[in-house]
C-alpha cells in the first residue's frame, strides 16, 4: 500500500482526537481542504463572538441624564433644553433584552428616526440588568422611576412604549393622565387575553409554580439565559441550527457578518429581572389580565385605561407571534381616548421588526414622529 492511501488512514485516527481534526481534515482534503479549514476557522471565530463575545452598544451619541436604581436614562437631545418643547420619552422593553434596540445600529435607529423626524428632545430608559440587590423591586419602583424621569423633564412628556415597555406606558398614562401628552404604543400587549400566540399560550398553560421555580433557580431573580432559552425554544431550528448555516454559508461576505454581529450584540446578551418584577407581570398582568380589567393597583391607585384620554398611536405587526395584533389594537376600546383620535397601524413583519426592522423604520415610525410633532407639542 502506497504512502499516499496511508495519509487518509492516519487522518482518520486523528480525528478521534479532538484537538487534532482541523488539521486532519486539512490533510485529508489537500488544498481545498486548507481553504476550508480557513473558511471554519473564521467560521468558529464568529459562532464564539455570536455566543458569547459582543455587548450591545448604543449608535447614536448620547448622555446619561439620570442614573437611577432601576435605569440610566439617556439624552439623545439635538441643541439647548430650553423646556419648551415638550421631550419624548422612549419606554424601551424590560423583557430579558438591552435597551439598545430602540437604538440599534447607524441607519436602522428608532431614536434616528425620531430626530431626523423634528422631534428636539429624545430620551429612552436604559434598563438596568437586575443584581442581586434589586431582586425585590417590583412594578411600582419602575412606574415611581418613570415619574422620577418626566418630572425631571419638565412634568409632562410624550411616552413612546415599546413592547413590554407599552403595558408600563399604559399604567404610568393611567395613573398619571396629566403628564402625558400623546401616547404611543408598538407591540405593546394591551389585552393579554386577546388573540392567539406562543406568550399568551404559556402563560396560561404553565402553572404559576413554573415561573417561581425559575426565579428561585435565579436567587430571586429572571435570568436573562433563561427567558433567552424560552425565546429560542419557540422557533429551535432558527435559532440552534439555520443561523448558524447562514453564517457558515456567508462567511466571506464581511457586510453579512458584520450585520450579524450587530444583532447578536443585542439577542444574545440578556438581561435579568427582578423576580417580583417578573412574577408580577406573569401572573397580574399575563395570567390575569389585570391591567386591560381595570384591577391592577399602581402606586395606591386602582388604574383605569379610562382615564387616558391623549392622542394615541397603536401599531402592530401583521405576523407579530410574541404580541399580536389582537392585544396592541384591543387599546382602542380600553382607553378612554376619542376614536377619532386613535391611529391604528398594521406593519409588515414581526415583533422584533417593528422597531429595529429597516422597512418599518423607513416608511412607518417617520410618520409616527410626525404625528407626535402635531398632537404632542
Known sequence: MSHRHKAPEASRREHSVPWFWPFAAAIELGEEGLELFKQNVDFMTEAEKVE???EPVWATDNQVRLDLDTMRLRDFSSGSDDGKVVPVLVDAPYAGHSSTIADYARGQSLVEVLCAAGLGRVLVTDWKSATDAMKDFDIDKYLA??????DDLGGVVNLVGLCQGGWMCAMYAARYPAKVRSLVLAGSPIDTDAGEGPIREMAHSLPASFYEEMVAAGGGRMLGQFMLAGWKSMHPSQQYIDKYVDL???????NYVKCTEVFERWYENPIDLPGVFYLQAINQLFKENRLAKGKFVGLGRQLSLEEVTV?????????????PREQVFAAEHLLGTPGEQIVKTLAPGGHIGLFMGSRTLAEIWPEIGQWIRAHGG
Do not use: F
Open 52 to 54: 458569547y463575545a459582543l
Open 248 to 254: 457558515y454559508t456567508h462567511i466571506e461576505d464581511r
Open 311 to 323: 392622542p394615541v398611536y397603536l401599531l402592530a405587526g401583521e405576523s407579530d407571534d410574541i404580541t
Open 145 to 150: 422611576e418613570i415619574n422620577v424621569a418626566v
